[in-house]
């Protein structure tokens, strides 16, 4: 191989004899499975060459547009803010810019900005008269689009600036050029629409056109600026303003679709020494790579050309970005940053696969479509991917040929990095050929390989179950060399359509599991016990199943999952939950209007008691539902620690999942654990349900001697009597509501049987139940007295009980931001408590319960885990 860069080697290899001597023997078979009903011998000769592909679209949508959208809409918004917040800077800039305007002639002044204001409209109207003769009146017409938006937009900021914006926003914007004349507009009125014009058309092949306008645009500005009918900050508005507008025009309507067609397509073959005749559209290629099956004339062999543009190269952009943020640098593959970078990456990686002996298409030449275009040429191919193959194709001898030609790449240190079933070509009558090796890497870590491992045993093992495929890899690796992927064996490792079809899996798997424990359990060769022992024990996850087959072959392999995300969803979740919380309570409440000498201490460390017995409460709760023997102290320290889960789980989650471990790890079998913290889980709603009632009705009748019911009670429960009634009349609502109410009781009723064997349990659940209730209300109502409010215990605990419903249906960590603003809507819409009591309170309430007791919470967390109760 030669120094030349893969186009350069391409295109001078596919001119030469050697080159056509060099080219595949028609006897190989394709890359791509297309459609190609007339073969080279039927094709009539002479120039004519056809087409088979669909009309491409006409307009696309970048997501590069919306991006720069956003960040032109940030950089307004940080001018607006610098003006409001940074007054004395802005006032000296323009000071400044003044006493320099004096020593500048006022004839040059005067010139230059008639010469700018006349040149400034000339310009961009010779411009579209040049494009609409070389007939590209399209770009032109979005032009004029993005301007006449942007003189709108200009106006609509020049009337709210003048109208209902701050002092401070109007002075940076706006200035007096005169003594008694009028103030200046915020937004130029002809800058922006030509700024937005020049950005929509698109000038980037344009050089000279440009300059010209740009330096237009800034003698322009720089006149205005320094004749005083400006300020600095206006013209960055100005600038931003027409940015930002034509980028958002150019991502509504869509740029025009610059993408080659198949006929550029043939051209271009034949300026690298090809004779194509008729070419069809393939399926595309992973990233939407546009592929084409192309018959050639005289018998020649057919080919497969892949075509990279610069629209195919934005497809999927946003799932890039997040998975660069997601995982870690050595875990995810850097995109190439240009047109030559991507074609220069696909075409070595396609030389080095070649050269390390691994079975795959061979690429042929190399070449440019202009400048937003390349193709890559192949060799053609006939077969399957793997996964248009059917289960029952799927051969040990298929798996290891594959398996022989990953080991050729990584003993030369070559990741394939996307080794699923659209990569894995099946021929009829020979090999598999790996495809799809643009987005591989040479020169790779061990990481990035172990990765292939996992991913490419995770492939065959949804195909044909983990023991064949970790017997058929371990054939050609090696036990130990197929153990280091263990530790890679994480979802979040493989490929987006691996994770879809890994979950579905293990679903369908489960659901078998399920359906056939219900059915021994009908015929009588099982108990129920037995049959929820056997399903919990039979996972159904295909992870852990290729796991123990690599374990049964290297017992001390490593498995610790090896670290690769840096940035979890729920981590971010979490981060944005609490920085809107604590926007929300300082905008509403600033720590500067506390007065902390006002506040009842007494009431603040009964609040602080209440918190502490809410957790001896909790303890006794999901004590009373197991009938196994439980230690009080773990208990308890289970439910501090629970406070700690709080921060990274939704509030009505992290707490089941950390009973449900602490009861499996104190003994209690797996299926009667989430029986127990099910049947707790249910009669917590209920008595939830029970005291909302009772409270709302005691509230609804504390301002009248009559016994009836209050009017809300009584809507509240017509209304729940008519939707069970809708629930029971409809047949599709009744079997979903039946199914997962069944479900949900499978095991609590048999479990809600035990304990009633068990009064002193179950008075001990039921207790903590409503203990745990009314400690919460206590907290609460001592909070809000603890600030000089008033408010009946009866109404706090309405208050109480409706924010808790609300925070557990949000699923933000620990409820944050949605149970604040619960409890202070409802703390001023029922009990009247003004915003300046309210918020404190409320804000008391939550540090009591939900802040200060995570560091308490991490400590009994650790402790537990080290003594391995959790």
């Known amino acids: 191989m030669t ?29 791509v499975k297309a459609d190609h009903p007339t073969r080279p011998e039927q094709q009539p000769s002479g120039s004519h060459v056809s087409v088979d592909e669909p009309l491409l679209a006409a307009r696309v949508h970048r997501p590069s547009d919306l991006i720069r959208f956003f960040a032109g809409l940030l950089g ?25 305007a004096t020593k500048v002639p006022g004839f040059l002044t005067t010139v230059a900005g008639f010469l700018s204001s006349v040149a400034v409209l000339v310009v961009p109207v010779a411009f579209a008269i040049e494009r609409l003769i070389k007939r590209d009146g399209l770009r032109v017409a979005d032009g004029v689009l993005a301007a006449v938006l942007a003189h709108g937009v200009s106006l609509a900021i020049d009337l709210w600036v003048a109208d209902a914006a701050t002092q401070s926003i109007r002075n940076a914007l706006t200035r007096i050029p005169q003594p008694g004349g009028s103030l200046t507009d915020p937004v130029h009125g002809y800058l922006s629409p030509v700024i937005a014009y020049m950005t929509a058309v698109g000038m980037v092949s344009r050089p000279r056109w440009r300059f010209a306008l740009w330096a237009v645009v800034v003698i322009s500005g720089g006149t205005e600026l320094i004749s005083g009918y400006t300020t600095p900050l206006s ?13 958002g025009t150019l991502y509504t309507i869509g ?18 020494g090809f004779q194509p005749l008729t070419a069809h559209r393939a399926p595309a290629g992973p990233g939407d790579t546009r592929r084409y099956y192309v018959v050639q004339a005289d018998g020649a062999p057919p080919l497969d050309v892949h075509v990279i543009d610069r629209e195919q190269q934005a497809s999927g952009f946003f799932y890039r970005l997040w998975r660069r943020l997601q995982l870690r640098a050595v875990a995810v593959r850097r995109s190439p940053q240009s047109l030559r970078e991507a074609l220069e990456q696909e075409a070595l990686i396609a030389y080095a696969a070649a050269a390390s002996g691994a079975l795959a298409p061979h690429l042929v030449a190399t070449s440019e479509l202009g400048p937003d275009a390349a193709i890559l040429v192949y060799e053609h191919i006939d077969g399957r991917t793997l996964d248009e193959l059917p289960d029952q194709e799927v051969t040990d001898g298929l798996q290891v040929s594959f398996w022989e030609s990953v080991r050729a790449l990584h003993d030369r240190r070559i990741a394939h990095r996307r080794l699923t079933g659209e990569s894995l070509l099946c021929p009829p009558t020979e090999p598999g050929r790996l495809i799809n090796l643009s987005g591989g890497d040479i020169a790779s870590g061990d990481l990035a390989l172990r990765m292939d491992l996992a991913q490419l045993l995770t492939t065959f093992a949804l195909r044909v179950g983990a023991e064949r495929a970790v017997a058929c890899a371990a054939q050609v690796l090696g036990p130990r060399r197929v153990a280091t992927a263990l530790p890679l064996l994480q979802p979040v490792g493989l490929s987006r359509s691996t994770r879809v079809d890994l979950r579905q899996f293990n679903r369908k798997r489960k659901a078998e599991a399920r359906a056939a424990a219900d059915a021994q359990v009908a015929s009588g060769e099982k108990t129920q016990a037995e049959a929820d022992d056997e399903l919990a024990a039979h996972t159904g996850d295909l992870l852990a199943r290729i796991r123990e087959q690599v374990l049964e072959m290297v017992p001390e392999a490593p498995v610790a999952p090896v670290r690769l995300e840096r940035l979890k969803p729920k981590t971010l979740l979490t981060a944005m939950a609490g920085a809107f919380a604590a926007y929300y309570l300082l905008t509403k409440f600033p720590a500067a209007q506390i007065d902390f000498a006002d506040v009842d201490w007494a009431w603040v460390l009964a609040a602080l008691a209440a918190a502490v017995f809410s957790y001896v409460a909790a303890a006794m709760s999901l004590i009373g539902f197991v009938p196994e023997r439980l230690s009080f102290g773990s208990t308890l ?16 989650v992290g ?76 047949p599709p609502l009744r079997r979903f509501v039946a199914t997962r109410l069944r479900s949900l009781l499978a095991g609590v009723i048999p479990r809600m049987l035990d304990l009633l064997q068990r009064p002193s349990k179950l008075v001990t659940g039921l207790g903590g139940i409503l203990l745990l209730n009314m400690a919460f209300v206590t907290c609460l109502y001592t909070s809000i007295r603890a600030f000089g409010g008033s408010v009946g215990i009866a109404t706090a605990a309405v208050v109480f009980l409706t924010a808790n419903a609300v925070g557990s249906a949000v699923p933000t960590p ?17 009990a009247q408590v003004p915003a300046d009591i309210a918020t404190p309170a409320v804000l008391l309430y939550r540090i009591l319960t939900l802040w200060l007791p995570v560091l308490p919470g991490w400590a009994c967390f650790t402790r537990l885990q080290r003594k391995g109760v959790l």
């Not at 620990?814 to 029922?830: K, M, P």
Request: charged content about 10%.
């Open 235 to 247: 013209l960055v508005l100005t600038v931003l303003l027409g940015w930002t507008v034509a980028y």
């Open 814 to 830: 620990g409820g944050v931001a949605a149970i604040e603003g619960a409890l202070i809507g409802a703390l001023w819409a029922l």
């Open 655 to 730: 707490g089941v999942a950390l009973n449900t471990r602490f009861l499996q790890k104190s003994g209690v079998r797996p299926v009667q654990a989430v029986a127990s913290v099910g049947a707790s889980q249910l009669a917590t709603l209920a008595s939830h349900i029970s005291l909302l009632f009772a409270f709302g009705y005691v509230v609804g009748n504390q301002r009248t001697e009559e016994l009836t019911p209050s009017r809300t009670v009584i809507a509240g429960l017509l209304t729940a009597a008519v939707l069970a009634l809708v629930v029971a009349a409809v």
């Open 76 to 100: 307004v918004i940080a001018v607006f803010v610098l003006a409001n917040i940074a007054q004395n800077t802005t006032t000296g800039i323009e000071n400044d810019i003044t006493v320099g």
């Open 255 to 272: 740029s025009p679709n610059v993408r080659p067609t198949g006929q550029s397509l043939l051209l271009g073959l034949r300026k690298v």
């Open 3 to 31: 120094g030349k860069t893969g186009a350069e080697a391409g295109e001078s290899a596919a001119g030469s004899p050697a080159a056509d001597s060099a080219r595949p023997d028609p006897k190989k078979v394709s890359l």
């Open 637 to 652: 320290l289970a439910q501090v620690a629970g406070s700690f889960v709080k921060l990274v789980a939704p509030a009505a």
